[in-house]
C-alpha cells in the first residue's frame, strides 16, 4: 500500500508524542495539552477562513495544509488517530448528509 503525504504526516506527529520538546514543534505543541492544540487549530481555521474569502488561491492552499497539520495535532492530543477518523468517514459513506446528521444524539 503507498502511503500518503497525510498518511506519513499523522504518523511523523505520532512519532513525536513524547518526545523532547526542544527537540519538534509538534513536540513543543503536545506537551502543552490538548487546549493549546485546540487553540492552535482555531487560529489556523480562523487564517483559513479569511484566506477563502480574500480569494488568493497560494495562500488559501498554505493555510489549508497548516489547518490539517492542526487538526491532525490536536486528535493526536487525544489519541485520535487519522486511521479513527477515516473510519467514522467510511462508516458515514453513502449516507446523506441531513440523514446522517439527524441520527447523531442532540449534542
Do not use: N
Not at 500500500?1 to 498518511?7: A, G, N
Not at 505520532?14 to 513543543?28: I, L, N, Q, V
Request: with cysteine; charged share 30%.
Amino acid at each position: 500500500m503507498t502511503s500518503t503525504p497525510l498518511d506519513r504526516l499523522a504518523k511523523t506527529i505520532a512519532a513525536r508524542k513524547g518526545a523532547d520538546p526542544a527537540s519538534s514543534w509538534t513536540a513543543k505543541l503536545l506537551a502543552k495539552g490538548p487546549e493549546k492544540c485546540a487553540e492552535k487549530f482555531g487560529e489556523e481555521s480562523v487564517e483559513a477562513i479569511i484566506e477563502a474569502v480574500r480569494g488568493d488561491r497560494a495562500l488559501l492552499t498554505a493555510e489549508a495544509a497548516d489547518v490539517i497539520y492542526h487538526l491532525l495535532v490536536m486528535l493526536a492530543a487525544r489519541d485520535i488517530t487519522l486511521d479513527d477518523v477515516q473510519t467514522e468517514l467510511a462508516r458515514r459513506e453513502g449516507t446523506s448528509g441531513i440523514a446522517e446528521k439527524a441520527a447523531r444524539p442532540p449534542s
